[in-house]
């Protein structure tokens, strides 16, 4: 996108994010951001320097270089905040952006973009934020306590995805109609409006309305808690919707293709029409199978960002297992099973089955097949973010490993599927009477096309003895197995951004674990073994979850970035994490011993 062309809206270009290539870093920076100088962890455009190198450059208010480097152990080690645990620019604990406390240069390049942006609708805002950024902007896409800017940063968000399911809807139906079928989905009109202004439709005044306050009740069932909160809850929302943006979608491979034409192929306006139809259609079936149909289905991508909405709803500040063991009237109603994430997709559901929100429901299932489709995912998605649950891990990483089995086990030879012939055993099978058969060769063939397959990820059986198959083809497996993947990525996203970022939110994790344990409801205590627990957290689950990132392929190039900044973090983690857990400690066991008294 050139800096002459005006910025789109997200149903004429996906989700604003087109500007990929070069460094991983670099590959889904905003349009037109000036280069950031003089300020660390906002990395210009070329590849930084001192994270290439192993060197960690800081800056100080007065813009004088600090560099710290890993090889000169005999250099005085300076306090946390000089040394540039997070930036100077950002304190240790809660705090965000301090804007008195930035170098002249870098209020200038904030300026600049703020002015370059202040026409772009906040969610192409919030979309074009880079992954490491998340979390480190300016007003009014930074992060904040203040309750209201989070309720309009997710609302915004959460209408356009939802009004690119309606227009999608839209064009389904007037399709369906055109080929003289029925759509029973209603009238997706009655949902939207026209704006003259953006020449677009946008949601109609009631339907955002009811979007705003059910943000707002979600909102105000999170507990103040010091990681679980409303502001975790943003921050895995904006995460995921940017993890979304970043999916391969059709306009990318668009942009890819017409970088490898030729200067006379450009100059012919005649070659560009003749190859514009075909290439389109071709880039969309291409974008669709390289992200196992993510980037092409507007009603999954709204599935996702209503999961991160709602996924920590009414979190109580202790672990699964504390609810369990003290037999809390959660852990009795759900079995000891996900407690918290039940809880929390039970608040959310109940809140949608409300009366003031029916139009809402509606409008995000207009049939009852959508609706249970709809809740299906999102259940999915929640229950997939209980990390602890050791059966559930298996159950994923088993589903990971059928829809991209190693390589070894590609080699491995596949059973063969016997294909049913028999007339008698076809109409059996429709009748789901496995158990009656007229003949011998009849109940052979049964037997040997039983063998054939396996139960498992893929096929399960009823009492009948009826296979069911789970998924469609292998697509829609892998479809599964990456979408779990990415809500996994985006409850961690702070692990694999910028290390001020991950400092931060793991002060607040600890305070929440230090406040259950000064509370008597904590069997351990967090601050023995901190430091080295968070290295055992990068190597066995962070670091890995981040590598299926690259592996799946939907994100392109653009996959490497989340194994980057996990590993960078966690190296930085390992050289600096033991003086700042001291700190962490000390701090936090002052506030909380404070706020007691």
Not at 123 to 148: S, V
Not at 220 to 247: I, P, Q, W
Not at 398 to 416: D, I, L, M
Not at 535 to 543: E, K, L, N, T
Request: glycine share 4%; proline share 4%; charged share 25%.
């Amino acid at each position: 996108m050139s800096d002459s062309e005006e910025p789109v809206t997200f149903v004429c270009k996906k989700d604003g994010d087109a500007s990929r290539g070069g460094h991983p870093l670099h590959m889904y920076r905003p349009k037109r951001r000036p280069p950031v100088t003089n300020c660390s962890n906002n990395y210009n455009d070329n590849p930084p320097r001192n994270l290439r190198n192993g060197h960690q450059t800081d800056n100080d208010e007065t813009g004088e270089a600090f560099t710290n480097n890993n090889t000169n152990k005999a250099s005085p080690r300076r306090s946390l905040l000089e040394r540039g645990m997070s930036s100077p620019h950002i304190e240790v604990g809660d705090s965000y952006f301090t804007r008195t406390s930035v170098s002249s240069s870098f209020k200038s390049c904030v300026s600049e973009t703020s002015q370059d942006d202040a026409n772009m609708p906040l969610y192409n805002r919030l979309t074009n934020q880079r992954w490491h950024e998340i979390g480190n902007g300016e007003y009014p896409i930074c992060a904040t306590k203040e309750f209201d800017l989070m309720v309009e940063q997710l609302t915004e968000v959460l209408a356009a995805r939802l009004t690119e399911l309606l227009i999608h809807r839209l064009q389904k139906g007037r399709k369906m109609r055109q080929n003289g079928e029925e759509y029973d989905g209603g009238s997706m009109i009655d949902f939207l409006k026209l704006d003259i202004e953006l020449r677009n439709y946008v949601l109609a005044d009631e339907i955002m309305a009811s979007l705003r306050e059910y943000v707002a009740c979600i909102g105000r069932l999170h507990n103040d808690v010091g990681f679980h909160s409303f502001e975790h809850c943003t921050h895995v929302f904006l995460s995921m919707n940017k993890l979304l943006a970043m999916v391969t979608t059709a306009d990318d491979l668009n942009v890819s293709a017409k970088r490898r034409l030729s200067a006379h192929d450009i100059a012919s306006s005649a070659f560009l029409q003749s190859r514009r139809s075909s290439d389109s259609e071709g880039h969309r079936r291409r974008a669709e199978h390289l992200s196992f149909r993510i980037s092409e289905d507007p009603a999954i991508r709204f599935a996702m960002v209503f999961s991160a909405l709602i996924h920590d709803v009414g979190h109580t500040g202790v672990p699964n297992s504390v609810l369990i063991e003290e037999e809390d009237e959660l852990a009795i109603l759900h079995n000891d099973v996900s407690v918290t994430e039940q809880n929390s997709l039970q608040l959310a559901f109940s809140l949608l089955q409300k009366q003031e929100f029916q139009l809402l429901k509606r409008c995000i299932g207009p049939t009852p097949e959508e609706q249970k489709l709809f809740r299906k995912k999102v259940i999915g998605m929640v229950m997939v973010t209980d990390i602890s649950d050791q059966e559930r891990l298996q159950i994923v990483a088993s589903r990971w490993n059928a829809a991209f089995p190693p390589p070894e086990e590609n080699e491995k030879e596949k059973p063969q599927i016997v294909e049913i012939k028999s007339a008698e055993l076809k109409q059996a099978a429709k009748l789901r009477r496995f158990t009656m058969f007229t003949s011998e060769a009849t109940a052979l063939e049964f037997a040997n096309e039983r063998r054939s397959r396996r139960l498992g990820i893929r096929t399960s059986m009823d009492f009948s003895g009826m296979l069911i198959e789970a998924y469609r083809d292998s697509d829609q497996l892998q479809q599964h197995a990456v979408l779990e993947t990415m809500m996994n990525v985006a409850d961690v996203a702070h692990t694999m951004q910028s290390f001020s970022v991950f400092v931060k939110w793991n002060r607040r994790l600890f305070k929440e674990f230090y406040i259950a344990r000064s509370s008597g409801r904590l069997s351990f205590d967090p601050s023995e073994n901190w430091y080295e627990n968070q290295i055992g957290f990068f190597s066995h689950y962070i670091i890995p979850l981040s590598q299926k990132m690259s592996k799946c392929g939907v994100f392109g190039p653009a996959g490497t970035v989340f194994e980057y900044f996990a590993n960078e973090n966690r190296k930085r983690w390992t050289e600096e994490g033991e003086e700042i857990s001291e700190q962490i400690i000390r701090e936090v066991t002052e506030e909380v011993e404070n706020e007691e008294s």
